[in-house]
């Protein structure tokens, strides 16, 4: 039986993956969760499948928590400390990273340090520390598995191929809500319509990064690295009906994808499972109800986040820290109502413009630089909530 930690248990991935745990009893258990401020939620999976240790986000939830769940025997401990402790639980077979944004960054790498596999929702612990994180791995002979449902596609697309025969790696990305909105609309925008996406249920902040298509820009970089391959040769295409989830095209011309229906349950299944595959009990895809399946290029004016992204990843070293830090900041201020939604990626723009670049040789440098990020953009925040 193996035993999994999930890093970010009450948010969408966690508890999806906790659906998939619980439909396989006999193939897995729990044996850690850590989790932000939804105590009651998390009460009900410390109850439903009893790990041996928790992790909350501040002390004080300790006592709350403890509260809700009563006289059950689980070790709650708190904050970053606490969720490394969760992250490398001697028992631990396999942790799952879906804690959403930098957070997550230093208890996947404390997995990888105590010799964990790991399967990778969290795209921001490659995104910041891409060259250090798949070091760590190589030496510590771990395992990476892709979760995020683009990347899972092309690990699977990349099976039993040689990955030097590759040509090009083209992630799908669904457009969000704003595909076909006019232009001359987007400064308008509101928070209800951004988050209001066309075929996926995710959190706020990965909603609204769809809508920007940043989340897009941030999964180029996390293919970068989680693959082995060169910024030009990684693609992004506009694909609404989220079917295709992604494609590898070869050398010689020929064209893999993966298929399926717009469910995270399956490729947490397969990261879990791998590299077996489970039946999921979910409804096969339908293609002839599908109907036509759409593909289209990207359209800079519309998605100017990617274009910021692929250039972050360009200058290399602490920029795609600072990228990403910079677009947190401005996410939260635009789903806090501080900022207008087209000045999402300005705000990431000027950080960038504003950083001198460095190359992270340890963790304490890309933190450094994400730390310095936050707080340049936070000033930003506020000179446009003073000029208002």
Known sequence: ??????????????????????????????????????????????????????????????????????????????????????????????????IVGGAGLVPTFAAVQAGKDVGLANKEALVMSGELFVRE??????????????????????????????????????????????LRELRRATIGQALQHPTWKMGPKITIDSATMMNKGLEVIEARWLFGVPAESVEVMIHPQSIVHSMVRYRDGAVMAQLGIPDMRIPIA????????????????????????????????????????????AKGGTVPPVLNAANEVAVAAFLDGRVGFRQIHEISRKTIDAHVPVKPRTLTQVLEADRWARGFARELVQQNGSAR
């Open 270 to 313: 397969y990261a879990l499972s791998y590299p077996e595959r489970l039946d999921s009990g979910l409804a096969p895809l339908n293609l002839p109800r599908e109907g036509e399946l759409t593909f289209l290029k990207v359209e800079g004016r519309r998605y100017p986040a990617l274009e910021i992204a692929y250039g972050a990843l």
């Open 137 to 182: 791995a190589r030496k510590r002979r771990v395992r990476l598995l892709p979760v995020d449902s683009e990347h899972s596609a092309v690990f699977q697309c990349l099976e039993g191929n040689r990955r030097t025969d590759v040509d090009r790696i083209i992630l799908t990305a669904s457009g969000g809500p704003f595909l076909r909105t006019p």
């Open 1 to 98: 039986m193996k035993s999994i930690v999930i890093l970010g248990c009450t948010g969408t991935i966690g508890v999806n993956a906790l659906d998939v745990i619980r439909t396989f009893r006999r193939r897995f258990k729990v044996s850690g969760l850590v989790a932000g401020r939804n105590l009651e939620l998390l009460a009900r999976q410390v109850a439903e499948f009893a790990p041996r240790i928790v992790s909350v986000k501040d002390r004080e939830d300790v006592d709350a928590l403890r509260k809700l769940i009563g006289r059950r025997r689980v070790e709650i401990v708190h904050g970053e400390e606490g969720a490394v402790a969760a992250a490398t639980e001697p028992t631990a077979d396999f942790v799952l990273a879906a």
